[in-house]
C-alpha cells in the first residue's frame, strides 16, 4: 500500500528579510483586536481584558463592516485614577470599550449603538467624540457631561 506523498514539501525560500522596527510581534486577541489596542494606556501594567468583551467587540467588528478607533480599554486601577476615571470604572474590570466616533453622524451612531445593545452590551455611555460600552450584567445608558 502506497499513499501519494508530495514529492517535496517547499520551505519559504523566498523568505524575505524585512527589517521590523517592533520588537514584539502583534498579539492579536481575536481577528481585528490586538492585545495591545484592548492594554492600558500606562504602558506598564499588564491588562485584564474579558473574553466576553473580545467576542461581542468582535461580533460588533464583523456586522458594522468597518474599522473600529479604540481610545481606551483596560485601564489599571492606578492609570484610571491619573485620568480622573470613575473609581469603579468597568475599564478596571476589563470589560469596558470606549470608541471614537469622530466623522460619525447621529445616525450611524444610533444604528452603532442598537446593535451593540442587541450583542450584549449593556452598559452604554455617550460623549460627543466617544462611546463607552461595557459587558455588564444589567443595563445602564448615560450621557457624560462633558
Ligand atoms: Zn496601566
Ligand atoms: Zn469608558
Known sequence: MSKTQPKTIKKSVNKTT???????PIEMLSRNFSKSEL???????????SDILVTRLQSLRDI???SLSINSGYRCPKHNKAIGGAPNSMHT???????????WGADK???FLSLAFSLGFNGI???????????RSVAAMWKYNE
Not at 524585512?18 to 514584539?24: E, I, L, V
Not at 474590570?93 to 466623522?103: E, F, P, Q
Not at 455611555?125 to 459587558?135: C, E, K, L, R
Open 18 to 24: 524585512r527589517k521590523t522596527t517592533k520588537s514584539a
Open 39 to 49: 492594554s492600558c494606556n500606562c504602558g506598564e501594567c499588564e491588562p485584564i481584558i
Open 64 to 66: 458594522c463592516g468597518h
Open 93 to 103: 474590570k476589563g470589560i469596558a470599550v470606549d470608541i471614537s466616533t469622530s466623522g
Open 109 to 111: 451612531l444610533h444604528r
Open 125 to 135: 455611555g455617550i460623549a460627543s467624540n466617544y462611546f463607552h460600552i461595557d459587558v
